[in-house]
């Protein structure tokens, strides 16, 4: 008995040190998580950061000339990390792009990019030349008339 709880004792650190030790690193601020994951991961191009309602963050990035991807800046125990929660999306030929994502709060929300003003509250992004809405749940491409959970004023340009 005492060697299957011992074993048991094992596993269990053995699976929480896994899942623990993802690539995942922890920061004092938001600042230097994106700064660190900019310096990891060699990237060049540019970054929005969204605010969301739910005070959740989430940063468009755009890499190379039409293609974008998202990623999450997530607090835990007072410290921040930044991970890349979507593949990229390019949008060179389309008009735009849509798709869905879920926070590390659990939270769903559908982003949509487009170069046309296609939603009616969608907000136009002068730095990237696109009009970006986010709504809660899932939505259609075609839905026009969705809510908006963020203002202009919730997108701020990093670089």
Do not use: P
Request: charged residues 25%; glycine residues 6%.
């Amino acid at each position: 008995m005492k060697k299957f709880i011992l074993l048991l004792v094992i596993f269990i650190f053995v699976s929480g040190c896994k899942i623990n030790g993802s690539n995942q690193h922890f920061f004092e601020t938001k600042d230097e998580s994106i700064t660190n994951y900019i310096e990891e991961n060699s990237f060049k191009g540019s970054i929005l950061e969204i605010d969301l309602e739910d005070q959740e963050t989430v940063l468009l990035f755009k890499q190379m000339k039409d293609v974008y991807y998202l990623g999450e800046v997530a607090i835990s125990k007072e410290k921040y990390s930044l991970s890349r929660t979507s593949g990229g999306v390019d949008i060179g030929n389309t008009t735009g792009a849509m798709w869905e994502f879920k926070t590390f709060q659990g939270n769903d929300y559908t982003l949509k990019i487009s170069k046309n003003k296609e939603d009616s509250d969608s907000i136009f992004n002068k730095e990237y030349g696109l009009y970006i809405s986010i709504t809660n749940g899932k939505r259609q491409y075609e839905d026009k008339n969705t809510v908006n959970i963020i203002r202009s004023n919730q997108i701020i340009f990093i670089q």
